[in-house]
């Protein structure tokens, strides 16, 4: 996925939005399969296990041991039909997760080629929001971000300055 781009700045913005919610050397659940992500995770101290690539819309088994001190869902509920529900069973305390941003001059995102690789959500801050809410979460801090591209145009040049990314750390109610 990564082979001809790799998202630096994302990185960095969620790497140290980690940090600030929670300290290494925690445990970590992270929801979607090893990534690039996963292991600097690692590679700043946490420890990881990944899901191992089940349809998180119906099988919740890796969220249901509490042997965990934190979930983290990186740019995962976008692709999933029913995110409440995963949301509902997780038996950690602390999740920390981020989403892309509904962007009004960009349709959602799908790929042609991977069926996973689809976003069904974009969402708008206050609807993630919502969605943690209801499902039991209440959000402890939040961070918006944007994502510049290098390419000349209107969209590129709305992407400057308009929020692309958002992450939240919330604990169980």
Wanted: avoid cysteine; hydrophobic fraction near 35%.
């Amino acid at each position: 996925m990564y082979e001809n781009s790799y998202p630096e700045k994302r990185y960095q913005k969620t790497l140290e939005f980690l940090k600030e919610s929670v300290t290494p050397p925690s445990r970590i659940l992270d929801l979607g399969v090893k990534n690039p992500f996963s292991k600097i995770m690692e590679e700043n101290g946490y420890t990881v296990i990944n899901t191992k690539g089940e349809d998180l819309d119906d099988d919740y088994t890796s969220v249901l041991q509490n042997e965990y001190d934190v979930v983290t869902a990186f740019e995962i509920f976008e692709h999933l039909l029913a995110p409440y529900n995963i949301l509902k069973e997780i038996k950690s305390d602390k999740l920390v997760a981020s989403v892309p941003l509904k962007l009004w001059f960009s349709p959602a995102y799908r790929s042609k080629t991977d069926k996973w690789d689809r976003h069904y959500h974009e969402f708008e801050d206050w609807q993630f929001d919502w969605l943690l809410e209801k499902s039991g979460w209440n959000i402890q801090k939040r961070l918006k971000w944007t994502n510049p591209v290098n390419k000349i145009g209107i969209r590129p040049a709305l992407r400057k300055f308009t929020p692309r990314y958002y992450a939240v750390y919330a604990e169980r109610s």
